[in-house]
């Protein structure tokens, strides 16, 4: 069974690149561009892993990661942030991230970053 990645980025173009790269490499590639019913996203796609850009619309990256961590169900998927934003370590930690990658990234980094979570 393929390990399924759940992306969440506003950003058509990064979602395109993520999927062709990550599903070259044998994962299954889910993405969406909002995440105001993350948790129902959640329970449908059952993802390995997600990737969450922090400047999403509706109700960004931060209080959607913050919501998936209070949930009973959805709280032990491992969520990395995805994201350009300077502060993204200090961020990673206040939202009880499993981890960050940071943009711009190499095919490299996100690949091994990927594996890493879903091993």
Request: proline share 3%; glycine share 2%.
């Amino acid at each position: 069974m393929k390990n399924k990645i759940l992306i969440y980025d506003d950003d058509e173009e990064i979602l395109l690149l993520c999927k062709a790269i990550l599903s070259k490499y044998d994962f299954e590639v889910e993405t969406l561009s909002r995440c105001e019913n993350i948790l129902n996203d959640v329970e449908a796609i059952q993802p390995h892993l997600i990737l969450m850009d922090l400047w999403i619309p509706e109700i960004g990256g931060e209080k959607a990661i913050e919501i998936l961590k209070q949930d009973e169900s959805a709280k032990q998927t491992p969520v990395l942030l995805f994201s350009a934003n300077a502060d993204i370590k200090e961020i990673c930690k206040k939202v009880n991230a499993d981890g960050y990658i940071e943009k711009p990234f190499t095919i490299n980094t996100l690949i091994e970053t990927v594996k890493r979570h879903t091993n």
